[in-house]
């Protein structure tokens, strides 16, 4: 009665980039659709969709994204900008805590 209607959440999975390149190969060979590769392969369909895109991203026949490279630059930069704000705030509280200290 719990789970009436509902469908339980699928626990998170990681694969390996040699295991997408192979689905991305299987959906790109046009014998079968990217429905029937993930369902051959238990995988969700919208999964399987973005592979494909970022595959064709990163060979370059499709422009309307960023690269596997661009992105981890990204993800890089964004770790690199939120450790800098983080090392900024604790300077400007030590500079306050200094200032109160020399009055």
């Known amino acids: ?6 469908k339980q959440a699928r626990p998170r999975r990681s694969f390996t980039p040699q295991f997408k390149a192979e689905i991305v190969e299987l959906c790109q060979r046009g014998d079968r659709t990217v429905r029937q590769v993930s369902q051959d392969f238990d995988l969700t369909e919208t999964a399987v969709r973005e592979w494909v895109k970022q595959a064709e991203i990163d060979t370059g026949t499709r422009t309307d994204g960023l690269t596997s490279d661009e992105r981890a630059e990204l993800a890089q930069l964004r770790r690199e900008n939120r450790r800098l704000r983080e090392d900024v ?3 400007k509280r030590a500079t306050a805590f200094f200032a109160k200290e020399t009055r």
Do not use: A, F, N
């Open 1 to 6: 009665m719990e789970s009436m209607g509902k």
């Open 89 to 91: 705030d604790i300077l």
